[in-house]
């Protein structure tokens, strides 16, 4: 398996949960982590604890569903770093409610922050990969990419076409040593549920949620593989007994 050193690695959603995790675990590796999400604060607050555990972090506060700031924060790192060798798709959203009781707002931004902006980070930052041969691309998914529950139909909607824009990519880079991957976890405890402004499904049920920490090992598994292996998929269940 490979260490992750001198590795250059992007994170969105670095500011909280899974994304924060992977972060820490990133950098733990020996990776340089570039922290991305809207909050500055909790970014550079976790850049001070990357940094004061030894490891190296920076961050650039951006919005991943405007494709202008997504294009800027990519610019700016390939300028500073001169490459980009892993990117964590992580960034996401979540609206508690039937279909019926959401808006068209809070469709828009599940569709543009979960779907479009792994699409438009990855447009962004993949090229720079194929041109140097080299890279991986880690998307977080969830089991909603392809279980249909009547829970979560707007969030389903945004996974699943992850699945198809992560299996048509890994096509696309077939021929080339850009590898693509997935993880579809089941419920993890974090606040992504309870930021959804709705029924907070993590406080009812704790027991049942993965812990960020176990997925991010699975992550880390997937981006440690030697370059002529890619795990292209992997789904993480929290096993109750
Ligand atoms: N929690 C679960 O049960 C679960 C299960 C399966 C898969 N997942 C997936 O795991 C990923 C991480 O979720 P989590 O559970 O860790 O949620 P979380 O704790 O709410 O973290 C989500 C992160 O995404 C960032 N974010 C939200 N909108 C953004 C935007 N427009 N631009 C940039 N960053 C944005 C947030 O920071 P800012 O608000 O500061 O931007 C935050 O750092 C998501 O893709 C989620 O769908 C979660």
């Known amino acids: 398996m490979n260490d992750l050193q001198n590795k250059i690695a992007v994170v969105t959603g670095a500011g909280d949960g899974l994304g924060k995790q992977i972060s820490?675990?990133?950098?733990?590796?020996?990776?340089?982590?570039i922290l991305v999400s809207r909050t500055e604060e909790k970014l550079k607050k976790l850049k001070e604890e990357i940094e004061n555990a030894g490891g190296k972090a920076d961050y650039y506060p951006c919005?991943?569903?405007?494709?202008?700031?997504?294009?800027?924060?990519?610019k700016k790192v390939l300028d500073k770093y001169q490459k980009v060798d892993i990117l964590v798709n992580n960034a996401g959203v979540y609206f508690a409610?039937?279909?019926?009781?959401?808006n068209s707002e809070q469709a828009k931004k599940t569709i543009e922050v979960n779907t479009l902006g792994t699409i438009y980070c990855t447009r962004a930052l993949v090229p720079s990969m194929k041109e140097r041969n080299e890279g991986?691309?880690?998307n977080v998914i969830s089991v909603a990419g392809f279980e249909a529950s009547g829970e979560y139909t707007l969030y389903t909607s945004s996974k699943f076409a992850l699945v198809g824009f992560t299996e048509a990519l890994r096509q696309e880079l077939i021929n080339t040593k850009v590898k693509i991957s997935a993880i579809y976890p089941e419920?993890?405890?974090?606040?992504?549920?309870?930021?959804?402004?709705?029924?907070?499904?993590?406080?009812?049920?704790?027991?049942?949620?993965?812990?960020?920490?176990?997925?991010s090992e699975?992550?880390?598994f997937i981006l440690k593989q030697a370059a002529d292996i890619?795990?292209?998929r992997i789904?993480?269940?929290?096993?109750i007994f």
Do not use: W
Not at 63 to 74: G, K, L, P, R, T
Not at 97 to 102: A, I
């Open 24 to 33: 820490l675990d990133l950098a733990q590796n020996g990776a340089t982590v």
């Open 63 to 74: 919005d991943v569903s405007q494709i202008e700031a997504v294009n800027d924060m990519a």
């Open 97 to 102: 409610g039937s279909f019926f009781d959401l």
């Open 136 to 138: 991986q691309i880690l």
């Open 187 to 215: 419920g993890i405890r974090t606040n992504l549920f309870a930021g959804s402004g709705g029924q907070d499904v993590s406080k009812e049920a704790p027991n049942t949620l993965l812990d960020p920490k176990d997925v």
């Open 218 to 220: 699975v992550a880390m």
């Open 230 to 232: 890619n795990l292209s």
């Open 235 to 239: 789904d993480i269940r929290k096993k």
